[in-house]
């Protein structure tokens, strides 16, 4: 294993520096195939390369970042790839976004499920756990969880995506998009902004869209767009929600608290708001019903949950058992170092820096719409955490900004075979769109697959959204 690493380090070292020696492209084949997975213990059969493993971003400090790779299902060489970032800050894009929502697994008790619609039927996934100190990744230097942030996590992210290019080099050139969801509002524009900055110096990425699920983009807008989605479905009442909209709103009382500044005033309204809305309501899908086994450890305020009406809501509890099993993670070639105790959803040992939080992100991309990538922005609209109203809002807002015309068809339903997926709206000719995905939660791929896979092919494709009953 720790040869791996050695290996993977010069393979990164050689492509920073634009060596390309002899023996460069056999040294990056081996260490692809050292990541290759023979098989995941209980998954059916399949026809799909799998592969798993670290990319070294930080020598001297041994910080080391953890992947899980899906090729397409078919023609992989044809397909594009996919980056998928979850948020927290600090929950896993391996055990919530592949294990959860579009990988093409999910475990149900000692085995492995195929799903049926999992995004590596449209395009080579690549799952990332970011930063250190998440899931699988590590730092041998504990210093490094106390107060990391978004600037670090971006700059990490850049060295995996250039270390990993090197492991797989084949996939230099390729058409490359970046999505995920939640506190990926903050990951993935910064991480595309590098990869803008870098392509100036040095062509390596072919960057061509981002796809941002119920992301916090705007911090003030999207928080304070819970008090009007809690009244409008009942979840808190008209007194409540008169104090919510005037005593103290929601990013006054996460400002105040994170500055230890909390007002008796906002405290008691929180409280308020809390005791209405119910512990056994999950506000990431405020109609399904609750994991009973969870509820008592839910993860942080904007990890991401639950949320199917015919899956698994218990399905969180069912990755971290089959993560940490040890013939689990012999299989996908992990391992807990760095003071990481075992395998969880969200960070046990990570402290993000939650001032970022407050920092907006919708101005980057709007730069990244000017410089010519295309974004989508996509809400599921169940979602009382970040709220598809205030999304809207911002998306509308930028793309005034910018002085981007919608289309002809203006706000317009979109359809999933014969059922209406959502809606829709684009601006500047595709340049930037906003849709809603029906009866979907904040993690709209796994509450909502078939949906959600619709609106990501057509993302992928850099077509509109199925206008007419199918």
Same mark, same amino acid.
Not at 14 to 35: C, H, K, P, Y
Not at 255 to 276: F, I, K, N
Not at 327 to 349: F, I, Y
């Given at each position: 294993?720790?040869?791996?690493?050695?290996?993977?380090?010069?393979?990164?070292?050689?492509?920073?520096? &634009?060596?390309? %020696? &002899?023996?460069?492209?056999?040294?990056?084949?081996? #260490?692809?195939?050292?990541? /290759?997975?023979?098989?995941?213990? %209980?998954?059916?059969?399949?026809?799909?390369?799998?592969?798993?493993?670290?990319?070294?971003?930080?020598?001297?400090?041994? /910080?080391?970042l953890f992947y899980y790779f899906a090729e397409a299902e078919l023609d992989p060489a044809t397909k594009p790839l996919v980056l998928w970032l979850n948020g927290g800050p600090g929950c896993s894009s391996v055990g919530v976004g592949a294990f959860s929502e579009n990988g093409p697994f999910r475990p149900s008790g000692n085995v492995l499920v195929r799903n049926e619609y999992s995004w590596n039927k449209e395009a080579n996934m690549l799952y990332l756990e970011s930063p250190a100190g998440v899931g699988f990744s590590y730092s041998t230097d504990p210093s490094f969880y106390g107060g990391v942030g978004d600037s670090r996590t971006a700059r990490d992210n850049l060295r995996f995506l250039q270390g990993w290019f090197a492991k797989f080099p084949q996939y230099k050139g390729r058409d490359l998009y970046i999505t995920g969801e939640s506190y990926a509002g903050h990951y993935v524009p910064q991480l595309a902004q590098r990869m803008v900055e870098f392509n100036k110096k040095e062509k390596l990425f072919n960057l061509k869209g981002i796809a941002l699920g119920n992301p916090v983009l705007e911090f003030a807008t999207d928080f304070n767009s819970r008090a009007e989605f809690?009244?409008?479905? &009942?979840?808190?009442?008209?007194? #409540?929600?008169?104090?919510?909209?005037?005593?103290?709103?929601?990013?006054?009382?996460?400002?105040?608290?994170?500055?230890?500044?909390?007002?008796?005033?906002?405290?008691?309204?929180? #409280?308020?708001?809390?005791?209405?809305?119910? /512990?056994?309501?999950?506000?990431?899908?405020?109609?399904?019903?609750?994991?009973?086994?969870?509820?008592?450890? *839910?993860?942080?305020?904007?990890?991401?949950? /639950?949320?199917?009406?015919?899956?698994?809501?218990?399905?969180?509890?069912?990755?971290?058992?089959?993560?940490?099993?040890?013939?689990?993670?012999?299989?996908?070639?992990?391992?807990?170092? &760095?003071?990481?105790?075992?395998? #969880?959803?969200?960070?046990?040992?990570?402290?993000?820096? *939650?001032?970022?939080?407050?920092?907006?992100?919708i101005n980057i991309v709007g730069g990244l719409v000017k410089s010519g990538v295309p974004v989508l922005v996509y809400s599921g609209d169940q979602d009382s955490v970040i709220p598809l109203t205030g999304s809207r809002t911002v998306v509308q807002r930028l793309a005034g900004r910018l002085r981007l015309g919608t289309t002809a068809a203006g706000y317009r339903v979109w359809f999933e075979g014969r059922q209406v997926g959502g809606w829709t709206q684009s601006f500047g000719g595709g340049a930037l769109s906003f849709a809603t995905v029906r009866g979907a939660s904040h993690e709209a791929p796994f509450s909502q697959p078939e949906r959600s896979l619709v609106l990501f092919a057509a993302f992928l494709a850099g077509r509109p959204l199925p206008d007419s009953f199918q």
């Open positions: 294993m720790r040869g791996a690493i050695a290996a993977a380090v010069c393979a990164v070292l050689l492509l920073l520096v &634009g060596g390309n %020696g &002899g023996g460069w492209s056999a040294m990056a084949a081996a #260490t692809m195939e050292e990541d /290759r997975i023979v098989a995941l213990p %209980g998954q059916p059969n399949v026809s799909f390369a799998q592969y798993s493993g670290y990319v070294t971003v930080d020598a001297a400090r041994r /910080r080391e809690f009244w409008s479905h &009942g979840l808190i009442s008209d007194s #409540t929600y008169h104090s919510f909209t005037t005593v103290c709103n929601y990013s006054r009382y996460v400002s105040e608290y994170y500055h230890g500044s909390l007002s008796s005033a906002c405290d008691t309204v929180m #409280t308020q708001v809390a005791r209405e809305t119910s /512990r056994f309501v999950d506000k990431y899908d405020v109609t399904l019903d609750v994991c009973v086994s969870s509820v008592l450890m *839910q993860s942080k305020s904007l990890a991401p949950q /639950r949320g199917s009406r015919e899956l698994d809501v218990c399905v969180e509890d069912e990755t971290m058992g089959y993560l940490n099993r040890k013939d689990v993670q012999e299989a996908m070639h992990a391992r807990l170092e &760095g003071g990481v105790p075992k395998w #969880t959803v969200c960070s046990s040992v990570l402290e993000y820096k *939650q001032l970022d939080l407050q920092i907006p992100t």
